[in-house]
């Protein structure tokens, strides 16, 4: 069985789905393959409600973007330029056809395993981390985000408690002044500052 953090080829059934967030209505594009594919996920949303809109203007870059969600809805309600990269290609179309679904630019969309591919720095740094993918994934986007964050950049992050949101807070302070911005029905919204 093929999870979001790969590019197996399963079979495609691309679905429309809308939702209604920071006072404006989006529609996403998504399909087997990719993180919630039913539509916008109670974190995801979560994150989205919780970051301090005034500290993610600039330069943005959605960490494993999915059918892009963060980055779309961003670039719509905040004054920003965002990169989305995502090591699913599905995920990667998909980002592709939402910007176009819901009338953005300032988008650009691209392939990269964590950050293999990422040559800029950024004002803030948002994901919902593949958790499926291991801690090892995990961390690499995590940890290694201060390397492309601008002078005071911001890292959002949205974990549950089951899936190691405690130890990785313990883990994150030793590297970034942590703050937790919102804790519901088990899911921790940390944004972590250098």
């Known amino acids: 069985m093929g999870h979001y953090f790969?590019?197996?080829k399963l079979p495609s059934n691309v679905k429309k789905t809308e939702c209604f967030v920071l006072n404006n209505k989006f529609v996403f594009l998504t399909d087997n393959g990719v993180f919630s594919k039913d539509g916008l996920d109670f974190g995801s949303r979560l994150l989205l409600e919780s970051i301090p809109l005034e500290e993610v203007g600039g330069k943005i870059l959605d960490m494993g973007c999915g059918y892009g969600v963060f980055g779309i809805v961003l670039s719509k309600v905040a004054d920003c330029v965002v990169d989305m990269v995502?090591?699913?290609?599905?995920?990667?179309?998909?980002?592709?056809?939402n910007i176009e679904e819901n009338h953005v630019d300032s988008i650009s969309v691209f392939e990269s395993d964590c950050y293999s591919n990422i040559n800029s720095k950024y004002n803030s740094i948002i994901t919902n981390p593949p958790?499926?993918?291991?801690?090892?994934?995990?961390?690499?986007?995590?940890?290694?985000?201060?390397?492309?964050?601008?002078d005071n950049g911001k890292l959002f992050i949205v974990i549950r408690k089951e899936?190691?949101?405690?130890?990785?807070?313990?883990?994150?302070?030793?590297?970034?002044?942590?703050?937790?911005?919102?804790?519901?029905?088990?899911?921790?919204?940390?944004?972590?500052s250098l």
């Not at 995502?86 to 056809?97: E, F, G, Q």
């Not at 405690?166 to 899911?187: E, H, R, T």
């Open 6 to 8: 790969t590019n197996d």
């Open 86 to 97: 995502d090591v699913n290609l599905r995920a990667i179309h998909l980002s592709k056809r």
């Open 131 to 150: 958790i499926r993918a291991g801690k090892k994934v995990v961390y690499d986007i995590v940890m290694n985000a201060k390397d492309y964050l601008l």
């Open 163 to 192: 899936q190691g949101a405690k130890s990785l807070i313990v883990d994150l302070k030793k590297v970034y002044d942590v703050d937790i911005l919102a804790k519901k029905k088990g899911f921790f919204i940390i944004k972590c």
